[in-house]
């Protein structure tokens, strides 16, 4: 199994920026690729933006030029770097992994006020 443990999220305005950190432990051999959903009150979890081990990233529309993922393999760590926040930003975020199934960490808050 894979534990994760997330950090960085809190209470910004908007226009403001946060970092958002992940770090993995466990069973990380054969992770191929971490990421971050979200989930805002009432709504579906939606993809937010994904890296893979080779380092080829993928974005929701909706964040594409705001959002940075990057990756430390050395730390097994996944961030992303939100800039330009919105208050439909809003949400909890949480960090996964994925290789042969998915693990899940806890979630983060991150709460954008207009």
């Known amino acids: 199994q894979v534990q994760l443990v997330e950090s960085g999220g809190g209470l910004v305005q908007a226009g403001g920026s946060l970092r958002l950190s992940c770090a993995a432990s466990?069973?990380?051999?054969?992770?191929?690729?971490m990421g971050w959903y979200r989930q805002a009150p009432g709504l579906q979890r939606e993809l937010v933006a994904e890296i893979t081990d080779g380092g080829r990233t993928n974005y929701a529309d909706l964040v594409t030029g705001r959002f940075t993922i990057s990756r430390d393999n050395a730390k097994n760590t996944v961030y992303l770097q939100m800039n330009s926040l919105k208050p439909e930003d809003t949400a909890v975020y949480y960090c996964?992994?994925?290789?042969?199934?998915?693990?899940w960490g806890q979630g983060t808050q991150v709460t954008v006020s207009s």
């Open positions: 996964y992994t994925r290789s042969g199934s998915y693990s």
């Open positions: 466990g069973s990380i051999r054969n992770i191929y690729a």
